[in-house]
């Protein structure tokens, strides 16, 4: 069974900063890319940060500079740090694991959610 579990979040003044932490544990087959979403109130779930197993990251436009993603290939655990936040940045964000079955079939596994809210 494989367990997502992330640590973070919270009320976060504008232009403060933030670190989100996820471990991803019981994985068979590895874990091939780790990174973070997040989904602010009517809105699709978008990409903020990714990042490969071989350390190939990429970054949304609206985080590029401001966001920083980094993993522990051996841990499995992934943190994203974000400084200048703004009130846009307020949503839900979500930790995910992209790995494979038995099979060799892509699967992704997701965290339950951190809510972090960026308001004076």
């Known amino acids: 069974q494989v367990q997502v579990v992330e640590s973070g979040g919270g009320l976060v003044q504008p232009g403060g900063s933030l670190s989100l932490s996820c471990a991803v544990s019981?994985?068979?087959?590895?874990?091939?890319?780790m990174g973070w979403y997040r989904q602010a109130p009517g809105k699709q779930r978008e990409l903020v940060a990714k990042?490969?197993?071989?350390?190939?990251?990429n970054y949304a436009n609206s985080v590029e500079g401001r966001a920083t993603i980094s993993r522990d290939n051996a841990e499995n655990t992934v943190t994203l740090q974000m400084t200048s936040l703004k009130p846009e940045d307020t949503a839900v964000y979500y930790c995910?694991?992209?790995?494979?079955?038995?099979?060799?079939?892509?699967?992704?596994?997701w965290g339950q959610g951190t809510q972090v809210t960026v308001s004076s």
């Open positions: 995910n694991a992209e790995s494979r079955d038995w099979r060799g079939r892509g699967v992704e596994y």
């Open positions: 019981g994985s068979r087959y590895g874990i091939q890319a």
């Open positions: 990042t490969t197993s071989g350390g190939v990251t």
